[in-house]
């Protein structure tokens, strides 16, 4: 790009930002409720509400609320909701085997959202931690994660979704060579239309804390993900990664964590185009949220600024947390 800029006082930036008008009309980027997904925690029983400690305003809910809050979603225009279980313990075993059960409690919640509102596009998260007494993304063994027969319970796993009625699936688990498994098995069972969102880029990162307490991982979970999440101090590693997993089915690409990881956005968008998306995770909410009870942000302004940012960086859509708080922001014009 070639840089145009007369000197002072031929060119004087403020004359763009003098009014709310021009300020408009010189804006690069936008923010819109077409730009959110909102994740939500799903567990059993019927009108069970219950707060997450580390997630203040954040809830747990039974599958009857949960379609209330796609309801919610829908007519506040937000496109798609993303699915996180909170399997009852007694549930998780060492192969996992409820992660593919069709009747569990994430399979439900999908059949019972895309009964009422079928509009809103359903997400899952596929990956085995909550399903897993490791706490892990994979099975394991002596120790070990172990990687292709993680990929043979995830297809599995994708097909359980699928079945149920999933838009895009969002395999989570950083295992190699499950897209183009799981593509190959939605192809050959005929789910030629379900999309795939990879977490292709995603970190071990500490700021996935209050999830793990939120879907009850944190317990179970011994020794950390570095084996298979990626180390934060590499960038062109995500880029290998997300052109691996783009050649191999992916439809779109996430980088995850959000904020502190923009640089990887914009790397990611520049160089491939791809449908781009990134999660501010639970550890980001968590900050912000904590901030604003204490009176020392204004939390909504804050909030809006970091999808911005998103945006800015590259994104197409963010999951956030905060979706339908922004949605009510920005339909009220305060975007
Ligand atoms: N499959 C695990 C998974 N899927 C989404 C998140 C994190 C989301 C968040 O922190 O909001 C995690 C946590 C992890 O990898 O340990």
């Given at each position: 790009m070639?840089?145009?800029?007369a000197?002072t006082p031929?060119?004087?930036?403020?004359?763009l930002?003098?009014?709310?008008?021009?300020?408009?009309?010189?804006?690069?980027?936008?923010?819109?409720?077409?730009?959110?997904?909102?994740?939500?925690?799903?567990?059993?029983?019927n009108?069970?509400?219950e707060?997450?400690?580390?997630?203040?305003?954040?809830?747990?809910?039974?599958?009857?609320?949960?379609?209330?809050?796609?309801?919610?979603?829908?007519?506040?225009?937000?496109?798609a909701?993303?699915?996180?279980?909170?399997?009852?313990?007694?549930?998780?075993?060492?192969?996992?085997?409820?992660?593919?059960?069709?009747?569990n409690l994430?399979n439900?919640?999908?059949?019972a959202?895309?009964?009422?509102?079928?509009?809103?596009?359903?997400m899952?998260?596929?990956?085995?931690?909550?399903?897993?007494?490791?706490?892990?993304?994979?099975?394991?063994?002596d120790?070990?994660?172990l990687?292709?027969?993680?990929?043979?319970?995830?297809v599995?796993?994708?097909?359980?979704?699928?079945?149920a009625?999933?838009?895009?699936l969002?395999?989570s688990?950083?295992?190699?060579?499950?897209?183009?498994?799981?593509?190959a098995?939605?192809?050959?069972?005929g789910?030629?239309?379900?999309?795939?969102?990879?977490?292709?880029a995603?970190?071990?990162?500490a700021f996935?804390?209050?999830?793990?307490?939120?879907?009850?991982?944190?317990g179970?979970?011994?020794?950390?993900k570095?084996?298979?999440?990626?180390?934060?101090?590499?960038?062109?590693?995500?880029?290998?990664?997300?052109?691996?997993?783009?050649?191999?089915?992916?439809?779109?690409?996430?980088?995850?964590?959000?904020?502190?990881?923009?640089?990887?956005?914009?790397r990611?968008?520049?160089?491939?185009?791809?449908?781009?998306?990134a999660?501010?995770?639970?550890?980001?909410?968590?900050?912000?949220?904590?901030a604003?009870l204490?009176?020392?942000?204004?939390?909504?302004?804050?909030?809006?600024?970091?999808?911005?940012?998103?945006?800015?960086?590259?994104?197409?859509?963010?999951?956030?947390?905060?979706?339908?708080?922004?949605?009510?922001?920005?339909?009220?014009?305060?975007?």
């Amino acid at each position: 790009m070639r840089l145009t800029v007369a000197p002072t006082p031929t060119s004087r930036f403020r004359r763009l930002r003098k009014s709310a008008a021009l300020r408009a009309l010189s804006q690069e980027n936008t923010l819109s409720v077409n730009d959110l997904i909102w994740p939500v925690f799903v567990r059993d029983g019927n009108g069970v509400r219950e707060p997450i400690a580390s997630m203040p305003g954040v809830e747990r809910l039974s599958v009857d609320l949960i379609v209330k809050a796609a309801e919610e979603a829908a007519a506040l225009g937000i496109p798609a909701i993303c699915l996180f279980p909170y399997t009852d313990p007694a549930l998780k075993t060492d192969d996992c085997a409820e992660a593919w059960n069709p009747d569990n409690l994430a399979n439900r919640a999908i059949r019972a959202i895309k009964a009422a509102v079928p509009e809103i596009a359903v997400m899952t998260d596929v990956a085995l931690d909550p399903y897993n007494a490791q706490g892990h993304d994979g099975l394991v063994r002596d120790g070990i994660i172990l990687n292709d027969e993680t990929v043979e319970a995830l297809v599995k796993m994708s097909l359980a979704q699928a079945e149920a009625g999933a838009d895009i699936l969002g395999p989570s688990d950083m295992m190699d060579g499950r897209i183009g498994a799981m593509r190959a098995a939605l192809e050959g069972a005929g789910h030629k239309d379900v999309a795939i969102m990879s977490y292709a880029a995603k970190y071990a990162s500490a700021f996935y804390g209050p999830f793990r307490d939120a879907v009850g991982a944190s317990g179970a979970l011994k020794g950390d993900k570095k084996t298979y999440q990626m180390n934060p101090a590499n960038s062109d590693e995500a880029l290998r990664l997300i052109e691996r997993d783009l050649t191999e089915g992916a439809d779109m690409v996430m980088v995850k964590p959000g904020m502190p990881y923009l640089d990887i956005i914009h790397r990611v968008k520049t160089t491939f185009g791809a449908p781009t998306y990134a999660y501010q995770v639970s550890g980001e909410y968590a900050m912000i949220r904590a901030a604003a009870l204490n009176g020392w942000i204004d939390g909504d302004r804050v909030m809006l600024e970091s999808l911005m940012a998103f945006r800015r960086a590259g994104c197409d859509a963010v999951l956030t947390y905060f979706a339908p708080q922004a949605a009510r922001a920005l339909h009220a014009g305060r975007g």
